[in-house]
């Protein structure tokens, strides 16, 4: 922080949600970042297994510094947290180690806080996830539609027939909502939810939790999965849990 009084720099301990975008914060090792910061300087390895899933440490290296846009072409292009996020500390990645070579502290400038940071998107996708079309959804929907169009059909020939026999109209309305309701069963939405119900409370028995309920139905066409997320879902590295002797007996 700037002290006009003082002319000089200050630095001051806070709490990380007063940080905004534009604040200058200093990067320690053994931390975790709360925000999205671009780095000022030095050399920073972090680890960013929680976002990616790779185990292995990722060095960042400090925005680089150019006079005119005549030094480097790159100073005409856009800053991009995506394309250049070598240059970006993430929230949630933990910091291994920093390196600056200069005297002073490795610094870096804050980008994105809360939910608008590369944590709170994993975040957010997990909450609201995106609409995704199954096929046995898409096939639900096209049979009702299918038998919709089949139980109009014979609505109307039913009522034609009916008034041409002069039936009371009490019996036509009867008869024809009679037709609409085997062709279409009401009860069938109720069916499909109270499968997904009773197997989501199935799995939370097991202490598993479905956030996408509409992805149980393919799930039980699986019989073999794999997983390779090693940093996320598993450890770095090894721990001895036991030993278990080999104990051989020999005959004489």
């Known amino acids: 922080i700037y002290n006009p009084e003082t002319n000089e720099e200050e630095q001051r301990d806070i709490i990380s ?36 899933g790779e185990s292995i440490p990722v060095t960042k290296v400090q925005i680089p510094y150019y006079q005119s846009s005549s030094d480097h072409p ?21 910091v291994i180690q ?27 996708s997990i909450l609201y996830p995106k609409p995704v079309d199954f096929k046995f959804n898409t096939d639900t929907y096209r049979y009702v539609g299918g038998m919709a169009l089949i139980a109009f059909g014979g609505m109307i020939f039913s009522m034609v027939l009916r008034v041409i ?29 109270a499968g997904l ?17 509409r992805s149980i139905n393919i799930c039980g066409s699986i019989n073999t999965v794999v997983f390779d997320k090693t940093g996320t879902l598993t ?14 007996t020999y005959n004489t």
Request: with cysteine; net charge neutral; hydrophobic share 45%.
């Open 17 to 52: 949600e007063d940080l905004i975008p534009g604040d200058i914060i200093i990067i320690r090792g053994s931390t975790t970042m709360q925000c999205d910061a671009a780095l000022l300087n030095g050399n920073v390895i972090v680890n960013e297994s929680m976002l990616t």
């Open 74 to 94: 790159a100073l005409n292009q856009t800053f991009d947290l995506r394309e250049h996020n070598r240059f970006i500390l993430f929230s949630g990645t933990s």
């Open 98 to 124: 920093t390196r600056y070579y200069g005297a002073g502290d490795v610094r870096a400038m804050v980008l994105r806080t809360a939910f608008g940071t590369a944590k709170g998107e994993l975040v957010r």
């Open 165 to 193: 026999r002069h039936e009371p109209v009490g019996v036509i309305i009867k008869r024809t909502i009679d037709i609409i309701t085997i062709a279409v069963p009401p009860a069938l939405p109720a069916a499909l939810s």
């Open 197 to 213: 119900v009773y197997a989501q409370n199935r799995l939370k028995k097991d202490n598993i939790f479905c956030i996408s309920p």
């Open 235 to 248: 450890e770095d590295g090894l721990d001895l849990q036991c030993v278990v002797p080999i104990i051989r």
